[in-house]
């Protein structure tokens, strides 16, 4: 066992900047406690232990020494100690100190994580125990009462199998009568379906024939025509030459469609589209230079998992371009987009994982809450030195490295913005040292302020 001491003298904790404890320790280290006669008339102490992730450990003091629970030993840097005293109804507490952890080279597979024992674990257990002492005669009659309850139901189950059986024997009567009458009813509907097939073999001949893509293609440009509005079934749509239509609305397409691929050679603004479609999962669309607006394309589209856009170098807006898609897991934008407005393009898109090509935000002009609850988000490129809105990320506790660099290399030096980062991503993918590089790159370099929250 490694012991450390400390020295309390009134409320002021002593010692504490003269020792660091290594990382990964388990159940081997102990603070030994010198309390001056302030502390001597408490009889019961504890350790107050804050770990960096803000949990709190509170581990009883014996004979003046505590061990230091493994919990607060896993990230090198610092924990936090207090100690406190009690006598009925006062209480002494010293000042908090911070105590600080090196690292150590234990390997993961050998760290021993068994669960610190804090001080309310014991007094509950005690509790439970005494509660079973005090209450044993009562819980004894009650188990006495419950048997006799248990019996007492058998009896009643039993009685009500013996009705069960003769309803059960009245019924099989009627459900042989029934089933002679459903045999006879067969019967004849075996005639009537002998007939149909008949009728559907001819029809079927002439369907074949019948392409219903050449169907859809050719009613396209009929005023308020759905593309195809047919059929109760879902479906897939290939991908469809419609280079000639020069307009879509929500009306378009059939609640019913999952799929679908279209070439927007000839169309300008393609917004809301799909808006609260019920069934669409997957979205292709090519030759889409000439498209300066997506806003509300996706919006509460419940169902679209991956988008495909191909080129959208003229678009200016994807304001709530995909907002409350909550299964879209990935949006392809070609190259690059660079659009003017991004509110809320992304909000609520929880389980989004990738956004491929170069977002650009030079020409930017509102990008408020484009990546809210995000959570599920790990790959983002955007276009270096473009930011100069202040901008938030604080959602997106899953980015990687390479999508974490790529935003701070994005932040346009001298805009005297803010930039919000998930801590819990910052810390996981950076060292101290590269934490410590990035924070002044960020702030000194850009000249930005860093929210690590």
């Known amino acids: ?118 001080l309310f674990d014991r007094f509950k257990r005690e509790c439970i125990a005494q509660a079973y002492l005090d209450y044993e005669d009562e819980i004894n009659e009650m188990k006495r009462e419950h048997i006799a309850e248990k019996l007492a139901l058998g009896e009643k189950i039993n009685e009500a199998n013996e009705r069960t059986e003769a309803v059960l024997t009245e019924k099989n009567e009627e459900i042989n009568e029934l089933e002679q009458a459903h045999n006879i009813e067969t019967a004849k509907l075996n005639v009537r379906i002998s007939e149909l097939n008949k009728d559907i073999a001819f029809y079927k001949e002439k369907a074949d024939k019948w392409d219903m893509i050449d169907f859809a293609i050719s009613t396209k440009n009929l005023p308020n025509q759905s593309l195809w509005a047919g059929g109760t079934e879902e479906f897939y749509l290939p991908e469809l030459d419609t280079s000639s239509i020069t307009a879509f609305t929500a009306s378009s397409f059939s609640q019913k469609l999952k799929g679908i691929g279209l070439d927007l050679s000839s169309i300008t603004a393609f917004s809301a589209v799909f808006s609260s479609h019920k069934a669409i999962e997957t979205v292709t669309l090519k030759n889409c230079g000439n498209i300066t607006t997506f806003s509300s394309l996706f919006e509460s589209c419940k169902s679209i998992k991956t988008v495909t856009i191909d080129n959208p170098e003229k678009c200016n807006s994807l304001t709530r371009f995909a907002n409350e898609a909550t299964q879209l897991r990935e949006v392809s934008f070609g190259t690059k987009v660079e659009a003017e407005n991004y509110e809320r393009a992304f909000c609520n898109c929880i389980v989004m994982e990738r956004i ?27 276009e270096e030195n473009s930011i100069g809105l202040s901008i938030d990320f604080r959602s997106c506790t899953r980015l990687s490295k390479e999508s974490m660099i790529s935003i701070f290399n994005a932040l346009r030096a001298g805009a005297n913005q803010s930039v919000s980062i998930s801590l819990y991503a910052f810390e996981n993918n950076f060292s101290v040292d590269e934490r410590d590089e990035w924070s002044e790159y960020i702030t000194d370099t850009k000249g930005w302020e860093l929210n690590l929250t």
């Open 356 to 382: 491929n090509g170069v977002l650009d935000f030079t020409y930017a002009s509102n990008v408020s809450m484009m990546f809210a609850n995000c959570s599920n988000l790990e790959e983002v490129r955007i």
């Open 1 to 118: 066992m490694v012991t450390y001491d400390l020295i309390l003298e009134r409320q002021r904790l002593i010692g504490a900047d003269r020792f660091s404890i290594a990382a990964n320790a388990n159940e081997t280290v102990s603070l030994h406690f010198h309390f001056d006669r302030s502390w001597r008339r408490f009889d019961s102490k504890a350790a107050v232990f804050r770990n960096s992730a803000s949990k709190y450990y509170i581990i009883e003091i014996i004979e003046n020494r505590a061990k230091v629970p493994w919990e607060v030993l896993t990230h090198t840097g610092e924990f936090e100690l207090s100690v406190i005293g009690f006598e009925k109804e006062k209480v002494i507490t010293s000042q908090k100190v911070e105590i600080f952890v090196s690292e150590s080279l234990m390997p993961e597979d050998c760290k021993i994580l068994s669960p610190s024992e804090v």
